[in-house]
């Protein structure tokens, strides 16, 4: 079983950063993948930007170039770095991972984008 605690949504202005954090209850070396989603109001939770154990990352095309996931394995945490945010990417952002044939849950941050 996998512990997941998101931090550092909030709200932003258009052009602006935020980082989020997902701290992992065990080590994430042991984890086979982790990844940020977001769902907007009245949207379906979609994929944002996932990252391997081994590394290997991929993105949603419409983030592609302004956020970057990576991790500390020291830490057991995972996180997003958002760069050039738009109103469009307000939404609450959840952290996921895949281990073993079962799917765990953040509890989910918001991040609101708007001038």
């Known amino acids: 079983q996998v512990q997941l605690v998101e931090s550092g949504g909030g709200l932003v202005q258009p052009g602006g950063s935020l980082r989020l954090s997902c701290a992992a209850s065990r080590t994430i070396s042991s984890i086979d993948a982790m990844g940020w989603y977001r769902q907007a109001p009245g949207k379906q939770r979609g994929l944002v930007a996932t990252i391997t154990n081994i590394g290997v990352t991929n993105y949603a095309d419409s983030v592609k170039g302004r956020f970057t996931i990576s991790r500390d394995g020291a830490k057991n945490t995972v996180y997003l770095q958002m760069n050039s945010l738009k109103p469009e990417d307000t939404a609450v952002y959840y952290c996921?991972?895949?281990?073993?044939?079962?799917?765990?849950w953040g509890q989910g941050t918001q991040v609101t984008v708007s001038s």
């Open positions: 996921g991972a895949r281990t073993n044939g079962y799917v765990y």
